[in-house]
């Protein structure tokens, strides 16, 4: 499956409202959509200038929404899904962020610490039509990229 544009990744991350897989997260009333605004927010504190970064952390939640049954396999296919239209920095991103090993990646570390602190009930992290000018940038550039190629 590959996502086709920004409006179907728009659509699949508005259908994390209301969803809590996560164990230990979703009793606290934070379900996957607030959850990846979340993420997203606090990498856009942390590292405000790395655009790439922070739609990882937005859409990293994909892969529980789209394979909610396939918990080894999701990272890597929500990784494909993303590669044609964010590019092969965020797919390899997402494709390794599960990894719950020592990592020295400085993105990773940014990642999994955002991850981690983003389920906070409360929390206002914007909404998701807040992010849909850097996805299409993030996109736009990739599609640039492609063209290049």
Excluded: C, N
């Excluded at 934070?30 to 990882?56: C, G, M, N, Y």
């Excluded at 296919?77 to 990646?105: F, I, M, S």
Aim: glycine share 10%.
């Amino acid at each position: 499956m590959e996502l086709r544009g920004v409006e179907e990744l728009m659509d699949l991350l508005h259908a994390g409202r209301g969803v809590r897989d996560a164990p230990g997260h979703g009793a606290q009333g934070v379900d996957l959509h607030d959850h990846a605004l979340q993420t997203a927010a606090l990498l856009r504190r942390s590292r405000p200038a790395d655009k790439e970064l922070q739609i990882t952390g937005l859409v990293h939640p994909i892969g529980r929404l789209l394979w909610p049954a396939d918990a080894a396999g999701r990272a890597e296919r929500a990784a494909g899904a993303v590669r044609p239209l964010l590019g092969e920095r965020v797919a390899r991103l997402l494709r390794r962020h599960p990894w719950q090993g020592p990592t020295y990646d400085d993105d990773l570390l940014s990642l999994r610490q955002a991850d981690e602190d983003g389920w906070v009930p409360g929390f206002d992290a914007g909404v998701l039509e807040d992010w849909r000018t850097v996805l299409e940038l993030v996109a736009a550039y990739h599609a640039r990229l492609g063209a290049v190629d």
